[in-house]
């Protein structure tokens, strides 16, 4: 009944989430699809590329004035609201970074403990030889 209904509707917005999320979800009603082609000049034919919902509105210039909007997702953000892109990688030139867009920030920091780990045993393993060394000095007086 009641119950039922009501799973089905959660399962209905985690649905509608997961597609807002991967930038499919439902489209304002003046939007349309546009198919985005590529010709191929090898196979000599149009090979369809995506689809990008696109709406455009024509205002008078007195409301142009009345409600500004910044350019992209600059303030204000408004009419219409653009929300920020959803999955894209971050760029930039220190490779930490990068490894944690790549394997998630977890994994990195699994690695990074690993790789201090390793550097604490390989400088016991050269201190331990000073240290033997040391010790048979001081035993030998």
């Known amino acids: 009944g009641e119950e039922e209904e009501e799973e089905e509707e959660a399962d209905e917005d985690a649905l509608n989430a997961l597609w807002d999320a991967i930038g499919m979800g439902k489209i304002a009603e ?20 995506g689809k990008l919902a696109v709406s455009i509105q024509i205002v008078p210039w007195a409301e142009v004035e009345a409600r500004p909007v910044g350019n992209a997702q600059d303030d204000p953000n408004t009419n219409p609201f ?17 490894l944690k867009e790549l394997i998630g920030p977890e994994t990195v920091i699994c690695i990074i403990c690993i790789c201090c780990c390793v550097m ?19 035993q030998s007086f």
Not at 82 to 98: A, D, E
């Open 30 to 49: 003046d939007a349309q699809w546009l198919k985005m082609m590529y010709h191929n000049a090898k196979r000599k034919r149009l090979e369809p590329k």
């Open 120 to 138: 604490c045993l390989f400088a016991l393993m050269f201190l331990g030889q000073y240290y033997v060394t040391a010790y048979t000095m001081i």
């Open 82 to 98: 653009l929300p920020p892109p959803v999955g894209r990688m971050s760029f930039s030139f220190n490779p930490l970074s990068i």
